[in-house]
């Protein structure tokens, strides 16, 4: 008669392990009889605790007749065993141990090893009877030399069963047992134990790694794969390959490996859990990154992790690749031991990644192929936010997709995210019914950006507005038409076409050059404000290296966090990196001019907007010029404009005196607006130290600080009629 059940045939073996076990307390009795005192109970075991437990009777002189009727029982027993496991599986009943055994590849022996290891995970009195035969109270696990001592009835069986306890051999090599006392002392001394993640799959209860659980996860994908954005020809293609792969092999690919790589969210993990799910196999996601963090042994905890795909089945899906393969010192290694232990327990594997990977001298026997999975054009993320949008709730009228399409290019997951983060601001604002509006996403997509950025550059905050600045109408009009290229870009490069002609990026780069204090800084801000962008202005001291090839790795840096972050770069004083290339007469020379050489490739490639300030225009490379969209002066104001500066620079909650002269200092002081501002802060103290009120007289006396500080001279004639202001500043008789 057949097992009815997982559970029935363990229940036959510990039957057969207790014949075993009661065998060997016999033999052990018949060789060296021991005179147990009952003072030491607790200490020891006693002979009759093992009698009660085995219901075995005390030793007479027919004990030698026992123990060869006990021998002959379990040799019954174990030909039962064997039929009615046969019938089980034939009937299709489950069967975990010999299961396990096919997984691995493990003969009888091997199988009833488990076994004695695996009934102290059902009863706790097998650690009685492994101490008892151990004689020694404090060993409650099997030792090699108790296993080899009950399973093998001869010496020559017992010294061939210890190459089964090798480093090479499957039952130690593939972790599913492990010694629980190191390595040292001979071989027979070794206690072992078996894995908790082993246990656990031959008990048919769930399985968790220990402190390595939270490296591996199996997903199911709520997703069809219809449902994904990829074209229809890739994905059937994708399916039909996985299933060929499955179902007939390869004559020359034992296992089938597809690297997917592209931007965080592009739906590399999405992709391969569709496939799994349409040939009907489950996941198991492994995160690298979390596993060099937790592991103690890299070797060891990729072993015990991976093996869940065969234990499962799963197919394997390595993410976080991307953390080894920046660390070039280890990652040789440690990818070397993914690949061994992903071809030892899967044939499908997937690895994830965000860049291009060359995995030279990888997988030679196996069948890779390498699929980029690019983030999505503008209107591929236009149609995204209108298909995911409704899942989050109701919107203001006044969202435009299009918009959020044109300004942010996040990947789908990153839109996913954005739309959740954006519904709980509205939920916060006013209450669980309000709709999410303009302002929720742009900060939404904004919290989706890479913020290493913010380690390179400095975050600007936009506190500036069209009205806050003075400029000539053609510079205005200038700033206006780049912040509408970047709003339209959606239609003229896709709809209109103009997109295919470009084979490099479709940014945008503009030169702001004019004397300093002019508005360029301000009109960045502006700009990124119009746009709901960041803005970053880069700091030349972290990019800039004496170190040949440095600020190359530094400029590339700063590029791929402004690709992901969304942001505007903005290089102050730009003619420091972007100066003119020089006569080569020397390795500097060379060097330098490869510098600008690569800054010019870089800009080219660039998706997103840079923006370039100098004081001179002169010192710009002519190579740059021909790569700018737009070139905007920003000159020093005209008397028109110093006016409307110098007004705008008031507050109206500031209380400001009547005797203040603006078209005197409009028409008399021909500064920058950023010595303006200077001035007028300054007469503000000036006046909260005396008066209360900003007068003519604070003015004069911070025009003067301002003059002194920049270096110019302060004559009477220019200050005239408030001079006289200006000396008694300085002590000096009106």
Known sequence: MPFRSNLEHLTAELAWLNLLIRGAVIEMRLSSPRDQQEIFKGVFISDGEIDQLLSLKPLGAAARDEGEANRKSAAVMRSEIGEMRKAAIENGVYLALPHLAYLFGLTAFEEQVLLVCLAVELDLKYERFYAYLQDDVTRKKPSVGLVVRLLCPTDQEKIQARMFFSEKAPLLRLRILSFTEGTDGPLLARSIKLDESVASFLLGVPRESGELSTCATRVTQSDALEDLRWPDDLKNRLVRLTRAHLQHGSETARRLILHFYGPTGTGRLSLAACLCAEIGLPLLVVDVAELLQRAHNFEDAVCRVLREAILGPAAIYVKGLDTLLADEARAATYIRSLDRWSSAFSWLTFIGTEKAWEHTGLFQNDCFISLELPAPDMGAREKLWASLSPAFGEFESEVNWCDLAAKFQLTP???????????????????????????????????????KLGTLARKLKPAYTWTDITLPENALAQLRELCAQIKHRRTVYEDWGFGDAHSFGKGLCALFFGPSGTGKTMAVEIIANELSLEAFKIDLSTVVSKYIGETEKNISKIFVEAESSNAILFFDEADALFGKRSEVKDAHDRYANIEINYLLQRIEEFDGLVILATNLRKNIDDAFFRRMHFAVEFPTPDTANRFRIWKQHFPASAPVSEDIDFDFLANRFDITGANIRNIVINAAFLAAENSGVIHMEHLVRATGREYEKIGRQCSQTEFAPYSGFLKRSRGEPA
């Not at 990153?414 to 006013?430: E, P, Y």
Request: aromatic share 0%; with cysteine.
């Open 413 to 451: 997951g990153q839109i996913r995210n954005a739309l959740l983060t954006a519904r709980s601001a509205s939920r916060l604002r006013g209450g669980e019914t309000a709709p999410i509006n303009m302002d929720d996403l742009h900060k939404a997509c904004r919290g989706q950006s890479n913020r």
